[in-house]
């Protein structure tokens, strides 16, 4: 299974992409893991949050596979433990998915079309965080839930 991570405009800080760059070395062990920019749209200040939504997820529609199975990372989605979110990966290994494909939304989420294409929902919290935190705190679940299916102790419980 490969996993990729799509993600809305870039990050300049440089302690979030030493972050990322650790967990992706550490992901290389158990899994192929990468990550696609699409690049924050440009001249939106003019377009209504619906406008700016559905040209992000037009855009996000075009770099996605029929086959590809989508799990949006969403504040209305489904939450899990770490070994909730460890048995969610092992399940779709178990159903021989072949690309399992997260999504970061934009500032102001998913068009509809989107959520219409999604096979999961996932939210990581409550909380809000900002798109360039979510990045890492997502790597590093993903890497959390390999060590959990490999029953290394790098998880506490």
């Known amino acids: 299974m490969d996993i990729k991570l799509i993600l809305h405009g870039k990050t300049d800080d ?27 749209q440009k001249n939106t200040k003019n377009l209504s949050f619906e406008e700016v939504k559905q040209k992000e997820g037009d855009l996000l529609l075009g770099k996605l596979k029929t086959s ?11 939450m899990f433990t770490s070994l909730g979110f460890s048995d969610f990966l092992q399940k779709q290994m178990t159903l021989s998915v072949k ?4 999504v970061v939304g934009g500032a102001y989420g ?18 809000t965080f900002s798109h360039q935190m979510i990045r890492l ?21």
Do not use: C
């Open 14 to 40: 440089n302690y979030l992409q030493e972050g990322l760059l650790k967990y992706y070395k550490r992901l290389k062990r158990y899994i192929s893991f990468s990550e696609l920019i699409i690049p924050a």
């Open 68 to 78: 590809d199975t989508l799990v949006l990372l969403d504040d209305k989605g489904e």
């Open 99 to 102: 690309n399992l494909v997260f």
């Open 110 to 127: 998913f068009s509809d079309s989107v959520y219409q294409r999604a096979n999961y929902n996932l939210s990581l919290s409550k909380m």
């Open 137 to 157: 705190l997502f790597v590093e679940q993903v890497y959390r839930a390999f060590t959990i299916l490999n029953n290394e102790p790098y998880h506490h419980e």
